[in-house]
């Protein structure tokens, strides 16, 4: 379990301390129907709850829902639907004049439930997309701004880029060349294949997501960028489209000016991603396929050129690595050797490495059961 007996102790015996657990006036059996859609016994939660009353709120949550043994999605589960607003938690108070109020007790709940989160890396926030409910989500350095544009897959062409307000530091793009730009926003949940799918209907109606598949796939260079992309599109098919989309070949950066006009010092060493996941409106995740390129260069030795390990390269793609981490991406960065492909043009154990990397950075973001 990675959120520990003592973080989920504490959050239970907080909430059991504020009280009103079931709602002011709420029944038992309707609030484990919630927090705990697991659990069977429901004859049994009736007649000891809601009608004799011989249960312990401590006795529910730790012997009969087994909270402090339950896998984390059950307890995340519990986390939030406690919150539910169904669950309306008045408490009558007397105050110092004698006078009889009513304090809500959710925020405090929620406090409640965060505080014992406090040493996981995650919280519960408000779900934007379903106004009153609360969702689990995963605590990381987030970006500071949200995502306007998705410029990607570009072939050849750079894109045409200008400032179009200096004072607001906006951006405007000119002309996106044979890059695609996505503009359509980002749903909570993030952008899924079927999402992107349903924005790129408007280039392709027709086979939607093979054109968008092969169209995004003409943008791939290297063959290990290839076989990544291909691996991806067998994972979706195998466990659902709604899973994050593959976007390659994302503008990140932008220099409008080329590396021999910078006299060979650019702004950027790497401007274009290999490629990105837009897990959530918060969680953007970077993937670089490393090539030798990333960390050798051409060395002349007596009159042959070849590659050979070059400190300052790998010093510059450390240093870029860095950056994005600090900007709040998780970056995630795989040899181009763990993709190679034998001469007996074998691909699945390569294939393998992608599908290993891709179910177990889903289940991180708890985006995949």
């Known amino acids: 379990m990675n959120i520990s007996e003592n973080v989920r102790r504490q959050i239970l015996d907080n909430l059991i ?24 016994n429901i004859s049994d939660l009736e007649r000891h709850m809601d009608r004799f009353k011989d249960w312990t709120l401590d006795q529910l949550f730790y012997d009969e829902l087994g909270l402090l043994s339950v896998d984390d999605k059950q307890f995340e589960c519990f986390c939030t639907e406690y ?42 926030v408000s779900d934007t997309d379903r106004k009153g409910f609360f969702r689990i989500r995963t605590k990381i350095a987030l970006p500071s701004d949200p995502i306007k544009n998705i410029i990607f897959a570009a072939n050849k062409t750079k894109p045409d880029i200008v400032v179009d307000n200096v004072l607001e530091n906006s951006v405007k793009i000119v002309d ?17 294949w079927i999402e992107l799918a349903k924005w790129y209907e408007k280039y392709e109606p027709e086979d939607t997501q093979n054109m968008l598949a092969e169209r995004l796939l003409s943008s791939l260079d290297s063959p290990p960028e290839k076989l990544f992309f291909h691996a991806y599109c067998d994972f979706i ?40 996941f ?21 060395k002349n030795i007596s009159g042959t050129y070849y590659k050979c390990a070059d400190v300052n390269r790998y010093a510059q793609m450390m240093k870029a690595h860095r950056e994005m981490v600090l900007d709040g991406y ?23 490495v992608v599908f290993e990397f891709l179910e177990g950075l889903f289940k991180k973001y708890r985006v995949m059961p």
């Not at 657990?21 to 659990?39: E, H, L, Q, S, W």
């Open 17 to 40: 301390i504020l009280g009103e657990c079931f709602g002011t006036n709420g029944r038992a059996v309707d609030f484990v129907n919630r927090v705990a859609p697991y659990y069977k």
């Open 237 to 276: 098919l195998k466990n659902g489209r709604d899973l994050p989309a593959l976007i390659p070949q994302v503008y990140l950066y932008y220099d409008p000016k080329t590396r021999s006009e910078r006299y060979g010092k650019p702004v950027f060493e790497h401007q274009r991603m290999d490629f990105m």
């Open 176 to 192: 996106a060349g044979d890059a695609l730009v996505y503009d359509a926003g980002i749903p909570e949940q993030g952008l899924s």
């Open 278 to 298: 837009v897990i959530s409106r918060e969680h953007r995740v970077v993937v670089e396929i490393d090539g030798i390129q990333h960390y050798a260069d051409d």
């Open 83 to 124: 919150m539910n607003p169904v669950f309306v938690r008045n408490k009558r108070i007397l105050d110092e004049y004698d006078e009889f109020y009513y304090e809500d007790l959710n925020p405090k709940c929620l406090k409640a439930i965060n505080d014992g989160l406090e040493l996981t890396d995650l919280e519960v």
């Open 330 to 352: 998780d970056v995630y960065r795989i040899g181009g050797k763990e993709l190679y492909v034998g001469s007996d043009g074998n691909e699945e154990p390569a294939k393998q």
